[in-house]
């Protein structure tokens, strides 16, 4: 166990209709790995007590998400992030794009353009563009395209809100049984939040032997605050723990 006295680990809160995303924006050991895929390693391999240490209680939740930022390796990448949740590290999250594109336009990571200011973001997955609304000096609404996403199994139970993982899967479902077609939207809503995505597939490809399909995904990113986590030696619950 590592000791974490007098570490200070900050972070920004943000939120995509209602699915939380915590941004560690400083405090967090650097990983090592060239390749955004040898640092996922590395920190899932090494470092993995500071995820359960920020994403369990007693500073997280059993549904609480994270991102770590971390050096892009692609070149054409403005931002690089490794995901991570109660359990491990997701290669893929819509909901944390979502929110990443405004947090990037917002913090420098990129010029901001109107009517949209496009943001590379690296994931583990590959290299996600998104699109973030920004009219009059202020950001808002953003959307992306998957990467191609095919139906894998069916009738299997999607998230606990409208999410950007969730809705591209719906819709690639949707696409796969016919009930929609091409550039035709669909709106996702959370009956007890109100909140939600739109998402649409917008063309045809290939992954692998897989027929597959481009959706693009749109949502609303908000911010809920910052924060800055300490830890104390003698603290028996330092390490976290996780109540579902």
Same mark, same amino acid.
């Given at each position: 166990?590592?000791? *974490?006295?007098?570490?200070?680990?900050?972070?920004?809160?943000?939120?995509?209709?209602?699915?939380?995303?915590?941004?560690?924006?400083?405090?967090?050991?650097?990983?090592?790995?060239?390749?955004? %895929?040898?640092?996922?390693?590395?920190?899932?391999?090494?470092?993995?007590?500071?995820?359960? %240490? %920020?994403?369990?209680?007693?500073?997280?939740?059993?549904?609480?998400?994270? /991102?770590?930022?971390?050096?892009?390796?692609?070149?054409?990448?403005?931002?690089?992030?490794?995901?991570?949740?109660?359990?491990?590290?997701?290669?893929?999250?819509?909901?944390?794009?979502?929110? %990443?594109?405004?947090?990037?336009?917002?913090?420098?990571?990129?010029?901001?353009?109107?009517?949209?200011?496009?943001?590379?973001?690296? #994931?583990? #997955?590959?290299?996600?563009?998104?699109?973030?609304? *920004?009219?009059?000096?202020?950001?808002?609404?953003?959307?992306?395209?998957?990467?191609?996403?095919?139906?894998?199994?069916?009738?299997?139970?999607?998230?606990?809100?409208?999410?950007?993982?969730?809705?591209? /899967?719906?819709?690639?479902?949707?696409?796969?049984?016919?009930?929609?077609?091409?550039?035709?939207?669909?709106?996702?809503?959370?009956?007890?939040?109100?909140?939600?995505?739109?998402?649409?597939?917008?063309?045809?490809?290939?992954?692998?032997?897989?027929?597959?399909?481009?959706?693009?995904?749109?949502?609303?990113?908000?911010?809920?605050?910052?924060?800055?986590?300490?830890?104390?030696?003698?603290?028996?619950?330092?390490?976290?723990?996780?109540?579902?």
């Amino acid at each position: 166990m590592e000791r *974490y006295c007098g570490m200070n680990i900050n972070t920004v809160e943000m939120h995509t209709g209602g699915e939380p995303l915590r941004i560690v924006t400083d405090g967090f050991p650097k990983p090592d790995g060239k390749t955004i %895929l040898q640092k996922r390693r590395f920190v899932k391999e090494k470092l993995d007590n500071f995820r359960k %240490l %920020l994403m369990h209680e007693p500073r997280g939740h059993y549904d609480m998400y994270g /991102a770590l930022l971390v050096e892009p390796d692609i070149e054409d990448a403005d931002i690089a992030v490794l995901f991570m949740d109660n359990r491990s590290y997701s290669t893929m999250c819509g909901h944390a794009v979502i929110a %990443l594109g405004r947090y990037a336009t917002d913090y420098g990571y990129v010029r901001p353009t109107e009517p949209e200011t496009k943001v590379n973001i690296e #994931c583990p #997955c590959g290299l996600v563009k998104a699109l973030v609304e *920004y009219k009059n000096g202020k950001s808002g609404s953003v959307r992306f395209q998957s990467v191609p996403a095919f139906v894998f199994a069916t009738d299997v139970h999607v998230d606990r809100s409208p999410c950007g993982s969730g809705v591209t /899967a719906r819709i690639t479902l949707q696409y796969h049984k016919k009930q929609i077609t091409l550039n035709k939207s669909r709106v996702f809503v959370n009956a007890r939040t109100e909140s939600n995505f739109s998402a649409k597939p917008v063309r045809q490809t290939k992954c692998g032997s897989y027929d597959a399909v481009i959706i693009e995904v749109s949502g609303r990113p908000y911010y809920s605050g910052a924060s800055v986590f300490t830890f104390e030696e003698d603290d028996p619950l330092k390490g976290g723990f996780l109540v579902k």
